[in-house]
């Protein structure tokens, strides 16, 4: 079982990055999945999910409108779209799934 993420890295305040997460070993499209995110120092917290066939999403009220998950479970795999990002978006993301996480890619916001 695996989910490796990608897309990470630095970004000036106010741009954008697109992260991805690929999903093998397991029936993925059966599976919610989620992004979190651990900024250092603090605690890991939820960001996004998507359901198991991508119908509906939820976000953390911290993310919602700039953030958008997405899905191919033709392909296994999850995405994370973010717009409008802020400094105190720095941290390293992770994808779940089935209870599974990915080892994070690390989004640095600053100027």
């Known amino acids: 079982v695996q989910l490796v993420e990608s897309g990470g890295g630095l970004v000036h305040p106010g741009g954008s990055l697109r992260l991805s997460c690929a999903a093998s070993g397991f029936h993925f499209s059966s599976y919610i999945s989620n992004w979190y995110r651990q900024a250092p120092g603090k605690e890991r917290e939820w960001v996004a999910r998507?359901?198991?066939?991508?119908?509906?999403?939820n976000y953390a009220d911290s993310v919602k409108g700039r953030f958008i998950i997405s899905r191919d479970n033709g392909k296994n795999t999850v995405s994370l779209q973010m717009n409008s990002l802020k400094p105190e978006d720095t941290a390293v993301y992770f994808c779940n799934a089935n209870n599974y996480w990915g080892q994070g890619t690390q989004v640095t916001v600053s100027s």
């Open positions: 998507i359901s198991s066939i991508g119908s509906s999403t």
